[in-house]
């Protein structure tokens, strides 16, 4: 069992190159979640999809998109890096729609510098 | 005011001490408040959550809240090396979001 996995787990762009962060989950989850976490700042959502087919802002949208594929996957893609998203990524899922008290399941990670 | 806040820098403890971390919130009316650890280089998981006044213990960790003060810790007893990590506090405020404080790092000193 997999799990939430993540792809890539390292990636060097530059600056305005675009780039998409893939993130597959096999545990039949409704909610997905894209997080980013700087230091000194904590993790802090991107955007999330409560559902299949339905995705919806976070705190810190601005630069990023996202596709809610399938059930199972969900992408964040750059369309023109900035140094101001040089950020790890984390995907997440957890079974119900929308915010609940359900612990969240990560994936790895992602290490994106933009240079 | 940010919605969590973790404001300790990194606590060093002795192995077999407590180590004790604080998180506030500004939204009076959340209802569900978590602790995720996270070792250097990995992801969050959960290891807390508490949703009534009082402690809550599961094993040698003991998560305490208080809505009044607004504030939820996380005591951990007899520190062991593998607890050294950064420790998330995580709190559903009530507009239906989930938001992290920055964390604090836990070094446990063998």
């Known amino acids: 069992n997999a799990g939430v996995t993540q792809t890539p787990k390292f990636q060097v762009l530059k600056t305005g190159q675009s780039m998409t962060l893939q993130c597959a989950q096999d545990?039949?989850?409704?909610?997905m979640y894209w997080y980013r976490q700087d230091p000194g700042m904590g993790l802090r959502l991107i955007y999330y999809?409560?559902?299949?087919?339905?995705?919806d802002k976070g705190e810190v949208p601005n630069g990023y998109n996202v596709s809610r594929l399938n059930k199972r996957e969900f992408s964040l893609r750059l369309e023109s890096a900035a140094p101001s998203q040089t950020s790890v990524y984390f995907c997440?899922?957890?079974?119900?729609?929308?915010?609940?008290?359900?612990?969240?399941?990560f994936g790895s990670g992602t290490q994106l510098s933009v240079l | 005011q940010k919605e969590v806040e973790q404001n300790s820098g990194p606590l060093s403890v002795p192995e077999g001490a407590i180590a004790s971390l604080n998180c506030t919130y500004s939204?009076?009316?959340?209802?569900?408040f978590f602790w995720y650890r996270q070792y250097s280089g990995k992801s969050p998981e959960l290891i807390m959550s508490?949703?009534?006044?009082g402690d809550k213990e599961d094993g040698r960790f003991t998560a305490q809240l208080n809505k009044a003060s607004q504030y939820v810790s996380l005591l951990i007893r007899d520190s062991q090396p593998s607890d050294s990590a950064t420790y998330l506090c995580?709190?559903?405020?009530?507009?239906?979001?989930?938001?992290f404080g920055k964390g604090n790092q836990v070094v446990v000193i063998p």
């Open positions: 995580a709190v559903i405020s009530g507009n239906n979001r989930l938001a």
């Open positions: 999809s409560a559902s299949e087919g339905t995705t």
């Open positions: 508490i949703y009534s006044n």
């Open positions: 997440a899922s957890n079974h119900s729609p929308g915010i609940t008290n359900e612990k969240l399941f």
């Open positions: 545990m039949n989850h409704n909610s």
């Open positions: 939204d009076r009316v959340s209802q569900s």
